[in-house]
Nanobody, 124 residues
Framework: QVELVESGGGLVQAGGSLTLSCTAPGDTVKKYTFGWFRQAPGKEREFVAAVSLSGVKDNSADSMKGRFTVAEDNAGNTVFLQLSSLKPEDTAVYYC?????????????????WGQGNQVTVSS
């Protein structure tokens, strides 16, 4: 079992930025492929971005392209989701997720471990 701990959410004005963090206490993030997802009230969970354990990134979610970026620190302790040019419609609970295999996918069902979720609220 892998525990994922998230931090960094909060309230931000439209146009602002936030960085979300995800760690695996006692472990290295470089052993896993990580995905980021979000879920707004009344909506399905939605893919945001992913990075494979070999470092291949997928920032291809259309509505977020160019605004959201996944990154890792060199020490292998933390995976980040950098959010910029935020819009009110980006308001959601953001989740990090991890799996053992070395390919990034956009499907929540492919991930084995999940963080607790982090609320991001964007005011207009």
């Amino acid at each position: 079992q892998v525990e994922l701990v998230e931090s960094g959410g909060g309230l931000v004005q439209a146009g602002g930025s936030l960085t979300l963090s995800c760690t695996a206490p006692g472990d290295t993030v470089k052993k896993y492929t990580f995905g980021w997802f979000r879920q707004a009230p009344g909506k399905e969970r939605e893919f945001v971005a992913a990075v494979s354990l070999s470092g291949v990134k997928d920032n291809s979610a259309d509505s977020m392209k160019g605004r959201f970026t996944v990154a890792e620190d060199n020490a292998g302790n933390t995976v980040f989701l950098q959010l910029s040019s935020l819009k009110p419609e980006d308001t959601a609970v953001y989740y990090c997720a991890a799996k053992h295999s070395d390919y990034a996918t956009e499907y929540a069902k492919d991930y084995d471990y999940w963080g607790q979720g982090n609320q991001v609220t964007v005011s207009s």
